[in-house]
């Protein structure tokens, strides 16, 4: 089945330091990818919808400046957390989307494993 | 109303039980419909997919869906205490965008 792999699959840092996470479509061709933020106990929240070769689409109250993404091929996305803060620690999970493999060949969802970022 | 809603819970069942989770969204032309399972500090998974009215089994998993009352459904029969997790419905719509209930936390008790 589709495997989407994400790294570092968690990651503490000092405050004020940027922290890049991957997310890698590794047998098929993405070409959009979707970044959420999960807080404890918390539903997903959309963060953006990255497209490949053009600017992600950030969702309302999402600070773009803050959080880099960046599509550049059919198989990578990458989520810059810059000058990370405290209060920006949190579960922060890709998905990619892509064809049902099976009769149907829906579009459908397949989530890399999580980053957990805490920043001290 | 939001585009695709479930019931927070929590669902409790006893193990062996048959455990009943529902979603219901808000965009007749919706095609397809998945199911995720989350455990807790972990990403969601994809457990099962419908795309037809009626019933589609998987397993002790059983989706139904229905079209015209606009809500999809999914049943674990003999629910096993490794079953305890959040369920969320997903829906795409339009575009590019999944819209996800905020999910349903079960419990399989012992």
């Known amino acids: 089945g589709a495997v989407v792999s994400q790294h570092p699959s968690w990651v503490i840092c000092k405050s004020g330091t940027s922290v890049k996470i991957e997310c890698r479509s590794l047998d098929f061709q993405a070409t959009t990818m979707f970044w959420y933020r999960q807080f404890p106990k918390q539903s997903l929240m959309l963060m953006a919808t990255?497209?490949?070769?053009?600017?992600?689409?950030?969702e309302q109250g999402v600070e773009k400046d803050k959080f880099l993404i960046n599509h550049a091929s059919l198989t990578l996305s990458t989520l810059t957390v810059t000058s990370a803060h405290p209060e920006d620690s949190s579960f922060y999970i890709c998905?990619?989307?892509?064809?049902?493999?099976?009769?149907?060949?829906?579009?459908?969802?397949?989530f890399g494993a999580g980053s957990r970022l805490t920043v001290l | 109303q939001k585009e695709v809603e479930q019931n927070s819970g929590p669902l409790s069942v006893p193990e062996g039980a048959i455990a009943s989770l529902n979603c219901t969204y808000s965009?007749?032309?919706?095609?397809?419909f998945f199911w995720y399972r989350q455990y807790s500090g972990k990403s969601p998974e994809l457990i099962m997919s419908?795309?037809?009215?009626g019933d589609k089994e998987d397993g002790r998993f059983t989706a139904q869906l229905n079209k015209a009352s606009q809500y999809v459904s999914l049943l674990i029969r003999d629910s096993q205490p490794s079953d305890s997790a959040t369920y969320l419905c997903a829906v795409p719509v339009t575009g590019n965008q999944f819209y996800f209930g905020t999910g349903t936390s079960l419990t399989v008790i012992p």
């Open positions: 419908i795309y037809s009215n």
């Open positions: 990255s497209n490949e070769g053009s600017k992600a689409t950030y």
């Open positions: 965009d007749r032309v919706s095609q397809s």
């Open positions: 998905s990619a989307k892509h064809r049902d493999r099976g009769r149907n060949g829906a579009n459908v969802l397949t």
